[in-house]
């Protein structure tokens, strides 16, 4: 069974940083692209960045150059180092498997919260 976890979450001042991790099971991790993506409150899920070993690593919208996706295949995990957030960032982030539809598995999400 496919699996991930997602963790890191929590509550941050603007400008802060966290460092998600999604920990993957199931499934031979360097065969997927690992995807992160964000729901806020009252707005559609969003990606943010996604991972592979044949493509190397995407970005999409405002994260772009303040938010750091990486892996560590020994680990099976996934991270996104996300530096100088903002009230704006403030999701659920979820990681998905791989980063595009049909997905075979999304993680139950983690809560980022940025105090203005």
């Known amino acids: 069974e496919v699996q991930l976890v997602e963790s890191g979450g929590g509550l941050v001042q603007t400008g802060g940083s966290l460092r998600l991790s999604c920990v993957a099971s199931?499934?031979?991790?360097?065969?997927?692209?690992i995807g992160w993506y964000r729901q806020a409150p009252g707005k559609e899920r969003e990606a943010v960045s996604c991972i592979s070993s044949s493509d190397g690593s995407v970005y999409y919208g405002s994260v772009k150059g303040r938010f750091t996706i990486s892996s560590d295949n020994a680990k099976n995990t996934v991270y996104l180092q996300m530096n100088s957030l903002k009230p704006e960032d403030t999701a659920i982030y979820y990681c998905?498997?791989?980063?595009?539809?049909?997905?075979?598995?999304w993680g139950q999400g983690t809560q980022v919260t940025v105090s203005s």
């Open positions: 199931g499934f031979t991790f360097d065969d997927y692209a």
């Open positions: 998905s498997a791989p980063c595009v539809a049909p997905y075979d598995a």
